[in-house]
């Protein structure tokens, strides 16, 4: 088969869309499909023996850590130049418009999938905020015209149903078991990110540094203990800002961290804190499991799908100190704490970006199935 996956977003940028997709595109590779990626030209002209076509990039004005690319006519000669069997939509908003555009024009089987919760970061943007139900309006016509939809968690689907998105289904999650393990666990990275403070909890955040994430709301527990310190791991465009509200604490940003180093820091750290209530899903959550550490989440509908309470990590109230300060306290019961180390590796281990992969495929040969009575005999993967 040959699938165009079109993108917002692809490497040399780093989160939980480009690491789902880089993982499929491995599969699929390994299975001797053919793929082609459509996404704004970062440099990158090939990944795993896929062909990556680059769009011309523009740098938004609420956003300008980040390229992206707009809807391009582009799109039509590329994929009449590859002539897929499907495209893959992922997340679209800009570039997604004209791809979801040009694959209906074309009558090529299309699947789109919705990984950025973006009109409940609106909620974050006093500016943006208004325009919320015009953002709805614009995600659910995008969806709407696809074969096939997919997202990452059962909140999310009962949300985006709510709200009038057709075809949705739930994709699994997944993570690399063997980049993600406690053997990567470094003392020399743990004092690094102490800064030589070895007698504090280390907790760390990854992920993009952005208003959306709400990394600020650590901030009342530092103020409240001073037996922690937090290394913030990633960046974005509220750095700065995030800067300014960590200082006087005992707070360290590294910047992005890639490979062996990441792997290291995950590891090496007491537990992994995860203060966001707008994730899709949340892709460090188990990345954080396989490291072997536990995970310290605001409740939320996708962190209640991966977290168990006291097995696998500990929970608490959005926006309540004292709710959080209680879920660190259990850090110091090192008896339970040694249990949930394993606990959370094996839930991991359950993970494998194989399985999900694998299953991404079965909704692509659904998606064609929807097109063509020559994959009549194929069903649909969530009637497994």
């Known amino acids: 088969m040959k699938i165009v996956i079109i993108t917002e977003t692809f490497l040399p940028s780093t989160d939980g869309v480009v690491t789902r997709l880089t993982e499929a595109i491995k599969y699929l590779r390994s299975q001797k499909h053919e793929v082609v990626v459509i996404a704004p030209d970062l440099g990158v002209k090939e990944y795993q023996g896929a062909i990556v076509e680059g769009t011309g990039t523009v740098t938004m004005p609420f956003y300008r850590s980040k390229k992206f690319s707009l809807p391009t006519r582009k799109i039509k000669p590329l994929l009449e130049k590859h002539q897929p069997d499907l495209v893959h939509v992922a997340n679209p908003a800009l570039v997604g418009v004209a791809g979801i555009h040009y694959a209906k024009r074309m009558g090529l089987p299309l699947m789109a999938s919705y990984h950025t919760h973006i009109?409940?970061?609106?909620?974050?943007?006093?500016?943006?905020?208004?325009?919320?139900?015009?953002?709805?309006?614009?995600?659910?016509?995008?969806?709407?015209?696809?074969?096939?939809?997919?997202?990452?968690?059962?909140?999310?689907?009962?949300?985006?149903?709510?709200?009038?998105?057709?075809?949705?289904?739930?994709?699994?999650?997944?993570?690399?078991?063997?980049?993600?393990?406690?053997?990567?666990?470094?003392?020399?990275?743990?004092?690094?990110?102490?800064?030589?403070?070895?007698?504090?909890?280390?907790?760390?955040?990854?992920?993009?540094?952005?208003?959306?994430?709400?990394?600020?709301?650590?901030?009342?527990?530092?103020?409240?203990?001073?037996?922690?310190?937090?290394?913030?791991?990633?960046?974005?465009?509220?750095?700065?800002?995030?800067?300014?509200?960590?200082?006087?604490?005992?707070?360290?940003?590294?910047?992005?961290?890639?490979?062996?180093?990441?792997?290291?820091?995950?590891?090496?750290?007491?537990?992994?804190?995860?203060?966001?209530?707008?994730?899709?899903?949340?892709?460090?959550?188990?990345?954080?499991?396989?490291?072997?550490?536990?995970v310290i989440a605001a409740k939320s509908g996708p962190t209640l799908e991966q977290i168990e309470e006291g097995k696998t990590g500990f929970l608490f109230e959005n926006e309540n100190v004292s709710s959080m300060s209680r879920a660190v306290e259990q850090l110091d019961q090192q008896e339970l704490v040694a249990e949930m180390k394993q606990n959370v590796r094996l839930e991991a281990e359950k993970h494998s970006w194989t399985n999900a992969s694998r299953e991404m495929f079965d909704y692509y040969l659904a998606t064609m199935h929807a097109r063509s009575p020559v994959y009549q005999g194929v069903q649909n993967p969530s009637s497994h």
């Open 119 to 294: 009109p409940k970061y609106l909620d974050y943007y006093k500016l943006y905020k208004p325009l919320k139900p015009l953002f709805w309006w614009h995600f659910r016509r995008l969806h709407n015209a696809a074969d096939l939809n997919l997202c990452t968690s059962q909140a999310i689907k009962q949300e985006l149903d709510e709200q009038g998105f057709e075809r949705m289904h739930v994709l699994r999650r997944g993570v690399d078991v063997e980049k993600r393990h406690p053997a990567y666990y470094s003392e020399k990275m743990r004092e690094r990110l102490l800064q030589g403070a070895t007698n504090k909890k280390l907790l760390i955040f990854v992920g993009r540094l952005a208003i959306e994430k709400e990394i600020h709301k650590i901030r009342p527990l530092l103020d409240e203990r001073d037996d922690l310190a937090l290394a913030i791991i990633g960046d974005g465009p509220a750095r700065k800002e995030l800067e300014k509200v960590f200082e006087g604490t005992h707070t360290l940003f590294t910047g992005f961290l890639h490979g062996e180093e990441l792997s290291q820091a995950f590891a090496s750290a007491d537990a992994f804190v995860f203060p966001s209530i707008t994730e899709t899903l949340g892709l460090v959550i188990l990345e954080a499991m396989a490291s072997g550490i536990p």
